[in-house]
């Protein structure tokens, strides 16, 4: 499988669409101005208020809205965490060494009261685990982790463990001694799945970055403990290549040097054999989402209705609280019997819904009608063939067979708000007021503009398209209007129906078939 990013970077916004195949499967896009609140970024929050009755408090990080964090979210370093921001300011000369003070020595209780740990108006150290979404704020953990692609640095941490989807025990072994040689004290870390194979140089240099991430914003806690961002995790470009970049990926694009750079650089340290596959995209006439076809993907996969094979379609509906989507066989005709037509819909439908869930980052319930099928078998070929094609998709998620009625559920973790794009154009025709001018002075209207044409502009030669409905009505009959016209002003007047032009639009144009602007 062929994998491509391309990467459109504007003014104000960057715009990422993973390809698979030349297939749009993944788009994103990340505002440049105003504050943003994305998951993976640490700040220094204040505890607003105490909800004993949820046993949780809203915090205040900076946005309108109070961010969210239960007690469970606390973690069971949040000792530590919490004593290193209260205690650490400009007074602490060698910082190193306060830090290796700060011991996770006592775990908080699963059964704890907030109200014991938090008070309102306390600096608390806090990372996003869900964005803000519709009117509720942010939702966020203590528990903080720093992800990089082949592992996860863990503060206030001494284990190291290991992805349970290395099946080497030889390989297991190894990146154990290796990352339990190169860890600093008191830090843990989690070795990713995508460690499997690599040489100790890669993982020492990403061990080193992610620690001086880390270690790099505690001057800030320092100066001050102000409500503010401490660091980014990764921009949505690095994230996305964190979580992705395997061998299958052929190229990526972006039209920006700057970011170009910024990828090779963190790809550099990576996955330094994959270096070469960023390119900078310098072709100034042709936009870089028209010129990888990405732009008519947008077009054709964001809109309520979403066309498929053969005449079939899904009809797709965001609410509150889920997402519904409709199966429709359409105009499909087909030889087979109704069972395996249905059967064959429900198919392909599946492949797209899962190809939109990742597009429009669709998360919490879905609901999806499929097209009823009375064969058990064929119920639960399309439960497996739903699952294999989520497979794909890299957040949790979970696939339940049909209902009696022909329903699938499936649940998707909802991190962010679902990607919407408004594919529709304003109408050409009454320019978005929903009112076009009155047809009983269309007429009216068109003799004026001939007139003036004739008169004051000099045309003695003339010809006017317009839309068939409009033809058929200035050239009806022997004593046609276009005839009357033609003999009031003495001109040659031929009128075109041309199925191009709106209804009730016209182009005048001369006798040389050029047009004139009126």
Not at 264 to 279: K, M, N
């Amino acid at each position: 499988m062929e994998k491509e990013l391309i990467i459109d970077v504007r003014q104000d916004e960057i715009n990422m669409a993973l390809l698979e195949n030349h297939r749009l499967m993944e788009y994103s896009s990340e505002s440049l101005k105003g504050k943003k609140f994305s998951v993976g970024d640490v700040y220094i929050g204040r505890v607003k208020k105490l909800l004993p009755s949820l046993n949780a408090a809203f915090v205040d990080i900076g946005d309108e809205k109070d961010a969210f964090i239960h007690y469970l979210d606390l973690g069971m370093n949040f000792r530590a965490f919490d004593r290193f921001v209260q205690q650490i300011d400009k007074r602490v000369s060698d910082t190193k060494a306060f830090y290796r003070k700060f011991r996770n020595d006592e775990v908080l209780p699963k059964d704890g009261k907030i109200g014991d740990f938090l008070t309102v108006g306390m600096p608390i150290m806090v990372q996003i685990v869900k964005e803000p979404i519709s009117t509720k704020g942010s939702r966020l953990t203590s528990e903080i982790s720093i992800a990089g692609r082949n592992m996860v640095l863990l503060p206030f941490n001494d284990k190291v463990s290991i992805s349970q989807k290395i099946d080497s025990k030889t390989e297991k072994k190894r990146l154990e001694r290796l990352v339990y040689s190169i860890l600093p004290d008191n830090y843990g870390v989690i070795i990713r799945t995508a460690a499997e194979g690599k040489r100790a140089a890669v993982l020492d240099a990403e061990l080193r970055s992610l620690v001086e991430k880390w270690e790099g914003s505690w001057e800030k806690m320092k100066a001050s403990k102000a409500v503010g961002l401490l660091f980014t995790e990764n921009s949505r470009v690095t994230t996305i290549l964190r979580d992705l970049l395997n061998e299958s990926f052929n190229s990526i694009y972006a039209n920006d040097e700057t970011v170009c750079n910024e990828i090779h650089d963190y790809i550099s340290l990576i996955s330094p054999e994959q270096e070469r596959i960023v390119h900078y995209y310098k072709d100034d006439k042709t936009p870089i989402f028209d010129h990888f076809d990405v732009t008519r993907q947008i077009k054709g996969s964001f809109g309520k209705v979403v066309s498929m094979k053969k005449g079939t379609y899904l009809v797709i509906e965001h609410t509150e609280a889920l997402h519904v989507i409709d199966v429709n066989s359409g105009i499909r005709h087909t030889q087979v019997n109704q069972e395996e037509n249905a059967l064959e819909v429900n198919i392909f439908a599946a492949e797209e819904i899962a190809r939109q869930m990742r597009l429009r980052d669709m998360g919490g319930i879905v609901i999806v009608d499929f097209i009823d099928m009375n064969s058990p078998e064929h119920r639960n070929e399309l439960f497996a063939k739903m699952q294999e094609f989520m497979a794909a998709d890299r957040t949790k998620h979970t696939v339940l067979p049909l209902t009696k009625f022909g329903l699938m559920q499936i649940t998707r973790q909802r991190v962010r708000p679902v990607t919407q794009i408004d594919t529709s154009e304003v109408c050409p025709t009454c320019h978005g007021t929903g009112h076009v001018s009155s047809t009983l002075v269309l007429d009216e209207h068109l003799e004026n503009q001939l007139e003036m044409l004739v008169r004051d502009r000099g045309h003695s030669s003339l010809q006017l398209r317009v839309s068939p409905i409009v033809h058929a009505y200035l050239t009806k009959g022997f004593h046609s209007i276009r005839r009357r016209w033609a003999k009031k002003y003495s001109c040659d007047l031929k009128v075109i129906a041309d199925s191009e032009v709106h209804l009730i639009d016209c182009i005048w144009e001369d006798a040389n078939g050029l047009d004139i602007t009126i």
